[in-house]
């Protein structure tokens, strides 16, 4: 089973829709997770960290449901440019060595048309 | 914007060939990491780097090697380049781990050709 899981869409939207992604984590342990994204053939972007009371961000809210190791992305509204692969991300703390590494999920691809 | 940066943006060289593909950062960040990437597919950990004289393998294994000499440098290295080594070759650094941030810049890439 992969650490972080997403539905690798794609989601073919009109513009001004509102569409949801979900991804699921399997580390319990995991304490920080955030929504990157990547445009075709470009670097990964941080789009906004997601906080345990949730967190909206102008047209994007973020909710984290540590019970059911599960995170979301709302996109209100959507744009145009809007169009993307979005990356769930989650740490995985790694105690012997102190250090937390992220794992990057497979991203769901999302189209937005006119 | 973060201020991290990868040379050359594309490189295509014939198998056999030693390769090094450059990475820095003007942030100060102690911690960086090098990622390898198929199209349409996840990123992949190869190695990464606590500070100065810190380098770790990732969990994709990796014919690569790396070296940290100084805080802001960080380059890969292929000693013999082979076509399954094509791929995109991904640069991030970060700061210190205070939570809830571990946020992680990426530079641009080097798209890596070996034919």
């Known amino acids: 089973r992969k650490e972080v899981e997403q539905d690798p869409g794609p989601f073919n939207v009109p513009e001004g829709a509102t569409v949801a992604f979900n991804c699921t984590y399997s580390?319990?342990?995991?304490?920080?997770f955030f929504w990157y994204r990547q445009d075709c053939r470009k670097e990964p972007k941080l789009l906004m960290s997601v906080y345990s009371s949730g967190n909206e961000d102008g047209r994007f809210t973020a909710q984290l449901n540590r019970a059911s190791q599960y995170i979301s992305l709302l996109i209100r509204d959507s744009k145009l440019s809007d169009s993307a692969t979005y990356l769930c991300v989650v740490n995985i703390p790694d105690f012997s060595g102190g250090y937390n590494k992220l794992i990057f999920g497979a991203g769901t691809r999302l189209a937005v048309h006119p | 914007e973060a201020d991290i940066y990868q040379t050359p943006r594309y490189l295509v060289i014939g198998t056999g060939k030693k390769i090094t593909l450059e990475c820095s950062q003007t942030m100060g960040h102690d911690k960086m990491y090098w990622y390898q990437q198929d199209p349409g597919m996840e990123l992949h950990l190869i190695h990464y780097s606590y500070g100065v004289n810190s380098t770790e393998k990732g969990d994709l294994s990796s014919e690569s090697t790396v070296s940290r000499i100084r805080t802001e440098h960080f380059p890969l290295t292929l000693e013999s380049a082979r076509p399954s080594h094509t791929s995109q070759y991904l640069c991030?650094?970060?700061?210190?781990?205070?939570?809830?941030?571990?946020?992680?810049?990426f530079g641009p890439g080097t798209r890596l050709t070996v034919t």
């Open positions: 580390n319990s342990a995991s304490q920080s």
């Open positions: 991030a650094s970060s700061g210190l781990d205070r939570e809830p941030a571990y946020e992680q810049y």
